[in-house]
């Protein structure tokens, strides 16, 4: 990726507004230019933001959007940006406006001035996160993007408000480019590497490999993997920032890094967008990377089980009967319903091993999910209504997506099978909820439990608020505040 944009908070001088170069960019509400830097640079370029208030253009203009107007007379900028967004916005408009001033960044410098605006660390945010750029395999010319400084009232306070936002895009990030990246460089062995690097952040890593995981039972983990030359894995990450005696939270990721079905082999169109079925896992990296950065007082675990899903004359059949960790037999029906069989293994040794105060999956797990949500939501799945509304409120919060899907007996009854406990799908109809409720056998009594099926938003083919097209990271922010939220002492206990 191209090097993040780190902006600079620097105190209100409207006199600058006159010779700064490259791009200005105003925050304006109402009909009139109110704040100190709009008015003076409504001042010199002789009303010409009062003029563009009084247009169709701004009046058609939606809280978050923006207009540029060019070599802007009475300025020694290139272009003035005017960025529409009231005083009183909730946090995700206001993330929204910062994206649209990350989308036309440029190699030229960028003061921006909110001098006025109480959400000025949620623009920054939104800002930094629609600057992203995948391009580290584009050869030519990679201009990378100008400083960006931000006119404010109270700059300490706000470059320190700004630091748990400069995390979380840190981790957002990781979790784009994990999911970007093409399947022959981000191999089993490479995508471990890349966790065991967050030990420099205080990260505890481990790397589980096959005769490990073999000791430990996890056939249907293994089962997938052994078609591909890559070596299957479970990495362990823990960040113990709370109590000693505090059971974490346990986040579990879905990391097929290739998924070509198996032999039960996919059709070629569209196939390559299979590069990003580690998807799962690339969020529980992005969350586990925001949590170490932040130094958040909470104990989460992050467990991602790491696999190739290839045909070879080794890889498993439909048909095959297969022992899970837990005990019970999987007939496999579908080789393509790989993901499920993963994360059935990596969720019973997390419950075994940590005992988790609740635990949280994530996955690219069905195509079924996106025929029923799009990618404008993730499918929410739970048998905790507490846990279950605090994750969505904490999705509104922060703007993305989310939608509960319903879950019960009648789905679990698909999944039985002739020759074994049950078999890995459960038909066409239903098919996210019967996936689902595959993953829920693997969940014990009592332990409050979500499943995200991300199919639809860990990628996305045109641009966002918030995201270029491609990996979007949904879920890093969401989850993150869902930590801050129900998992972090609150501040006065502090
Ligand atoms: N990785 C896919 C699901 C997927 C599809 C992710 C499209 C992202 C975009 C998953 O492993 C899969 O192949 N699911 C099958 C399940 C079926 C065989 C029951 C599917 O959705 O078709
Ligand atoms: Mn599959
Ligand atoms: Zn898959």
Known sequence: MTTPVKPEFIATNVEAL?????????????????????????????????????????????????????????????????????????RAEARKAGGTIGRSLGKSECLIATDWHPRTVDIALGMVLRAYDFNDHKTGDKSEIGTVRYMVNAPDEVAAAYADGAAMAEGVFLTRDLVNEPSNVLTTTEFADRLAALRELGLEVEVLEEAQLAELGMRLLLGVGQGSESPSKVVVMQWKGGAADAAPLALVGKGVVFDTGGISIKPAGGMEDMTMDMGGAGVVAGVMKALALRKAPANVVGLVGIVENMPDGRAQRPGDVLRSMKGDTVEVINTDAEGRLVLADVLWYTQERF??????????????????????????FSNDDTLCNAFLKACATEGEGAWRMPMGQAY????????????????????????????????????????LDIAGTALVKNDLPMSPKGATGWGVLSLDRLIRDKFEPKPEAK
């Open 18 to 90: 006159a010779t700064a170069t490259g791009r200005i960019v105003i925050v304006v509400d109402g009909d009139l230019p109110s704040s100190l830097a709009a008015k003076r640079v409504d001042r010199l370029t002789r009303g010409a933001v009062t003029r563009f208030m009084e247009s169709d253009t701004y009046a058609k203009m939606k809280p978050g959007d923006g207009a540029d107007l060019a070599f802007p007379s009475g300025l020694a900028a290139d272009a003035l940006q005017v960025i529409k967004l009231g005083r009183r916005v909730e």
């Open 412 to 451: 679990d009854d698909k999944l039985k099978s002739r020759v074994a406990d049950m078999m890995n799908i459960g038909g066409r109809e239903g098919g996210s909820i019967t996936a689902a409720q595959f993953l829920k056998r693997f969940i014990k009594e009592g332990m409050p439990w979500i499943h």
């Open 355 to 380: 005992n988790p105060a609740g635990i949280i999956d994530l996955a690219t797990l069905t195509g079924a999910i996106i025929v029923a949500l799009g990618h404008e939501n993730a499918g929410v």
